[in-house]
């Protein structure tokens, strides 16, 4: 979805490194999230955020840290990279009126540590 | 534990034939359930949002039923196109704030010609 951007598409790394992704959203929207997607898993919440000052995390978030730098704006960090967090990482926002809070994703990043 | 699970695990089928995907759920409390559509190296795409009180619900050639008694849900698709071809993920959001969604591993759908 061109609304939802997500910088950079392709990343290789190496272990130790400080890593950041990106994500932009055109919608106006006041909820973002960000997902990894790893093979043979299904998607897990790593952080959300409900508007600038909200931050919470979800299922998976040791390892990861995020800044919401304004409300179309909602970055990633891995501080130090290391190799099983090599995967496909989507963002995701949603309105906040939305009465079932459907989620508009990104077209994600794939992350390789080596 | 909240599971979502989805059958088969792959398809092939001919352009313009019809298909069922399925799945089903131990997802408690349950919210509603959504079916996405995920092209290879794309994120996904909502296809259907159905609550508790909803059975079915189409989008196109889309068609997904809910059975809410016996967590189970389908996505059927009418006749295909090669650009259906994709995975399909069931997912059961636990709460409307849409901070539990539980996904499925996804069916990955191939149509050829």
């Known amino acids: 979805d061109a609304d939802v951007t997500q910088t950079p598409r392709n990343r290789i790394t190496k272990t130790g490194k400080r890593i950041m992704l990106e994500c932009s959203q055109t919608?106006?929207?006041?909820?973002m999230y960000w997902y990894r997607q790893d093979p043979g898993l299904g998607l897990r919440l790593i952080y959300y955020?409900?508007?600038?000052?909200?931050?919470n995390k979800g299922e998976i978030s040791d390892g990861y840290s995020v800044s919401r730098q304004a409300q179309a704006k909602f970055s990633l960090s891995l501080e130090s990279a290391i190799p099983n967090q090599t995967a496909l990482y989507f963002c995701?926002?949603?309105?906040?009126?939305?009465?079932?809070?459907?989620?508009?994703f990104g077209p994600g990043t794939r992350l390789t540590v080596l | 534990k909240n599971q979502v699970e989805q059958s088969p695990q792959s398809l092939i089928i001919l352009e313009g034939k019809n298909c069922t995907l399925q799945?089903?759920?131990?997802?408690?409390?349950?919210?509603?359930l959504r079916w996405y559509k995920q092209d290879t190296g794309r994120g996904p795409v909502s296809l259907t949002i159905?609550?508790?009180?909803?059975n079915t619900k189409s989008n196109g050639r889309y068609t997904a039923t809910l059975d809410a008694d016996t967590k189970q849900s389908s996505l059927h698709i009418t006749a295909s196109q090669l650009s259906d071809s994709a995975s399909y993920i069931c997912?059961?959001?636990?709460?409307?704030?849409?901070?539990?969604?539980?996904f499925g591993k996804g069916t990955t759908l191939s149509v050829s010609s």
């Open positions: 995701a926002t949603s309105p906040r009126l939305a009465l079932l809070n459907e989620q508009f």
């Open positions: 919608k106006g929207h006041d909820r």
């Open positions: 955020s409900f508007d600038v000052k909200d931050i």
């Open positions: 799945c089903n759920y131990t997802v408690s409390p349950f919210s509603n």
């Open positions: 159905m609550t508790f009180s909803e």
């Open positions: 997912v059961v959001s636990a709460n409307q704030a849409g901070t539990a969604l539980i």
